[in-house]
C-alpha cells in the first residue's frame, strides 16, 4: 500500500506524519482519516483552494489535473508546477511527499 508522507507543519502536523492510503484514495481523505485536519471548505467538491496542497515527490504518479482544478490552481496561494488539490489528487501505485503551505486562502471564514 503506498504512503504518504506528510512534511512537518507548524499547525497540521508539527512532527510530520506517514500514513497508509489504498490506491484511489483522496490525499484530503487519506489525512482525514488519520486524524490530520487539513483544510477543505468546499466539502471536497473542488469549489475552493484552501485544500492546496505541494507534491513534493511522487507527482508523476498522480492523474492529471483537471481544467476546474487547474483553474482553482491559480488563486491559490503559493502555487507551483507541483501543487494540486488535496481533495482531487488520489493516491496511485507510488508514495507520495506532501507539503501542506504556510497559508491557504478560505473565502468562507474570510468574508464573515
Given at each position: 500500500?503506498?504512503?504518504?508522507?506528510?512534511?512537518?507543519?507548524?499547525?497540521?502536523c508539527p512532527d510530520?506524519?506517514?500514513?497508509?492510503?489504498?490506491?484511489?484514495t483522496s490525499i484530503c481523505d487519506a489525512a482525514l482519516k488519520?486524524?490530520?485536519?487539513?483544510?477543505?471548505?468546499?466539502?471536497?467538491?473542488c469549489a475552493c483552494t484552501t485544500c492546496h496542497v505541494h507534491i513534493r515527490e511522487g507527482f508523476d504518479s498522480l492523474v492529471e489535473a483537471t481544467d476546474l482544478?487547474?483553474?482553482y490552481l491559480d488563486k491559490a496561494w503559493g502555487v507551483d508546477p507541483d501543487s494540486r488539490?488535496?481533495?482531487q489528487a488520489c493516491v496511485a501505485d507510488e508514495d507520495l511527499v506532501i507539503e501542506i503551505p504556510k497559508y491557504t486562502i478560505n473565502m468562507v471564514s474570510e468574508n464573515h
Open positions: 500500500m503506498p504512503q504518504i508522507i506528510f512534511l512537518p507543519h507548524e499547525e497540521h510530520g506524519l506517514v500514513i497508509e492510503a489504498e490506491s484511489g488519520q486524524g490530520m485536519e487539513i483544510e477543505h471548505a468546499c466539502e471536497k467538491s482544478e487547474e483553474d488539490l488535496s481533495c
